[in-house]
């Protein structure tokens, strides 16, 4: 009860600091596989570079609506929907970085290509359909699906000897994102947003992310040295 009500005194603090957190690491994961890319060129890590610039920009959104959530209504559901769009545009991201191989060309552009264009279409009437409707389930929907699909393929990558280093951290990290947004999911449709629920989320969330930049560091470090 005491840590409940701790949460729930200082909830709007948490919540920036949450924020800041996973848009700071979100943009150092950015800057790291922006290097690496340029170094590669490895079409699949400019995708995965991409998933995080979009996981920045979201968590910066969520940072300005927790700011100015007192200003119109208007205002604040303009930056929830920006929030979402940019969310579930890195899930697509995050996904399309495993399966890039089957669908793209080396001209490809990477944020605005055919295909990716159609994400970016999704994205943003899934972000509209829960803004109407004043709901999450869009959102936490589409991610499941996505981070499920991204497990199981990041799953079968690692079982391969050649890419099994990365592979393995990005298989824990996509089942800790999976985690995350069933939790969302539950907590939502089933806890009634309920505090030490969402503490949960959060932890698991960042795991997620550090997790992530381990790996990021790791890879980078062995291909500095290389080169």
Known sequence: MELSLLILQNKWILELAYALLIASISLIIFSKTDKFFRLSLHHGIKYFRNAFLFYAVAFIARYIFGVFSDLSINYTEVLRVFFEYFLIMAGFFLLYSLVWKKFDS??????????????????????????????????????????????????????KVKSAKFSKFYFIAMLLGLGAWIMNFLAEFYFNWRHLVLLDVGIINTMFFLLILYGVIKITKNGSKKA
């Open 106 to 159: 080396k001209k490809d552009s990477s944020m605005f290509n055919g295909r990716i264009m159609i994400f970016h279409v999704i994205a943003l009437v899934i972000a509209i359909m829960d803004n109407l409707w004043q709901t999450y389930f869009f959102m936490f929907s589409s991610q499941i699906i996505i981070f499920l699909s991204a497990s199981f393929i990041s799953y079968k990558n690692s079982r």
